[in-house]
């Protein structure tokens, strides 16, 4: 079956500016996670949705949002971009949230290499 | 506040080696995750620790979670080319009201031929 797709792949934007960044995640996983790569912090997580209900989230800025629709397609918006929100935006998608101690995996998209000028 | 330690950042081994990384947590987690990434590409989960002292091996992999649920290893014994890349945990805190994953910094493991 289809992995996780990611759009765009890459996205050149100016500071200011706001972003949307959409996640479809297998066939049959109601779970999508988000996740921002840097080479300085490393991997960290911004959020989860579930049966399009936030169930988890990190310690982001509210400038970072997102939600999920009834077909478990999931968007993240990002608005007054700054330099440092320049990364390789990742999600992931499982059939069962986080946490909730069985041993789904989590499978991840591409990735969306965001730069921000 | 919560914060997920890994060691070591970088580990260069020659083939045939193990291969240990650490992974040590401020608070008790609910469970603790494993991935790896290979240069360029994106994460890929290895597996999920749940219980108490849980063990579990995949063929050379061995992962490790502690007692108090603060602590986790991944071992990997003779080490092959195949296994360069970096190694994250990622501990998972329920939290009061929403959850949150913390995930380590990785280790880059290097394998010479």
């Known amino acids: 079956k289809a992995g996780v797709t990611q759009t765009p792949r890459y996205l050149i934007k100016t500071r200011g500016q706001q972003v949307t960044l959409s996640c479809s995640p297998i066939?049959?996983?109601?779970?999508v996670s988000w996740y921002q790569q840097t080479p300085g912090q490393g991997l960290q997580f911004l959020f989860e949705?579930?049966?399009?209900?936030?169930?988890n989230k990190g310690n982001f800025p509210g400038r970072f949002s997102g939600r999920q629709f009834s077909n478990s397609r999931s968007e993240m918006n990002v608005s007054t971009l700054e330099l440092g929100d320049s990364a390789l935006y990742l999600c992931?998608?499982?059939?069962?949230?986080?946490?909730?101690?069985?041993?789904?995996?989590?499978?991840f998209g591409p990735g969306t290499r965001l730069t921000v000028l | 506040g919560q914060q997920v330690m890994q060691i070591p950042q970088y580990q260069h081994v020659q083939e045939g080696e193990d291969f240990t990384t650490y992974c040590n947590s401020s608070?008790?987690?609910?469970?603790i995750q494993w991935y790896k990434q290979r240069p360029g590409g994106h994460p890929v989960f290895l597996i999920q620790?749940?219980?108490?002292?849980e063990v579990k091996k995949q063929k050379r992999l061995t992962f490790q979670f502690g007692e108090a649920k603060k602590n986790s290893s991944l071992h990997i014994t003779a080490t092959q080319t195949t296994d360069v890349g970096t190694y994250f945990c990622?501990?998972?805190?329920?939290?009061?009201?929403?959850?949150?994953?913390?995930f380590g910094r990785g280790t880059q493991l290097t394998v010479w031929p």
């Open positions: 949705y579930f049966s399009e209900t936030q169930r």
């Open positions: 620790l749940v219980k108490s002292g």
């Open positions: 066939s049959g996983h109601r779970s």
């Open positions: 990622a501990g998972y805190d329920r939290g009061s009201t929403l959850g949150r994953l913390y």
């Open positions: 608070t008790t987690l609910s469970n």
């Open positions: 992931a998608s499982s059939r069962t949230p986080l946490g909730e101690g069985g041993t789904d995996t989590q499978y």
